[in-house]
């Protein structure tokens, strides 16, 4: 009888907020997303909600072009029919539905997923405060 193969440790690292930071300091400049988010959009007109929307929408697809490059996880189209193999990478597909035994696994793709292939966000300042992700304004 074989020795089952140890499981190598799983190693838990720390992420640092700067760049999540950055990006929400981009998203701001270009698009008021912070704005957007923190009003309170109760007493507004979906009519006027769908104007902004189109703004906050358009700078948030120019700050994703200028500083990320997105790609698909999977090429085929939504909707189609696919098989996931025995060791398919669990962290790139998420399989819901009725889960029975072992892969492989035959679905149907409902959402192509998302990666980012590269991340080329601006380089800062020592001692910049990330924290500040726009400033106040004061006009004088």
Same mark, same amino acid.
């Given at each position: 009888? &074989? ?10 690292? @720390?992420? $640092?907020? =700067? ?9 701001? &400049? @270009?698009?008021?997303?912070? =704005? ?28 994703? &072009? ?5 790609? $698909?996880?999977?090429? @085929? ?5 696919? $098989? ?17 035994? @072992?892969?492989?696994? $035959? ?15 601006? &380089? ?17």
């Amino acid at each position: 009888m &074989k020795k089952a193969e140890p499981t190598p440790p799983v190693i838990i690292r @720390e992420a $640092t907020p =700067d760049a999540a930071l950055q990006v929400l300091g981009l998203l701001q &400049k @270009e698009a008021r997303f912070l =704005d957007f988010v923190q009003e309170d959009l109760s007493g507004h007109a979906d009519a006027d909600i769908g104007a902004v929307g189109r703004v906050v929408h358009e700078g948030c697809r120019k700050v994703l &072009k200028n500083h990320i490059d997105l790609v $698909t996880v999977r090429t @085929e189209t939504e909707g189609s029919r696919l $098989t996931l193999p025995k060791g398919f990478d669990a962290s790139s597909v998420r399989v819901s539905g009725n889960i029975v035994g @072992e892969p492989p696994f $035959t679905g149907t793709l409902i959402h192509r997923g998302w990666r980012a292939a590269a991340v080329n966000l601006p &380089k800062m300042a020592e001692g910049h405060d990330a924290s500040i992700l726009a400033p106040a304004e004061v006009e004088l």
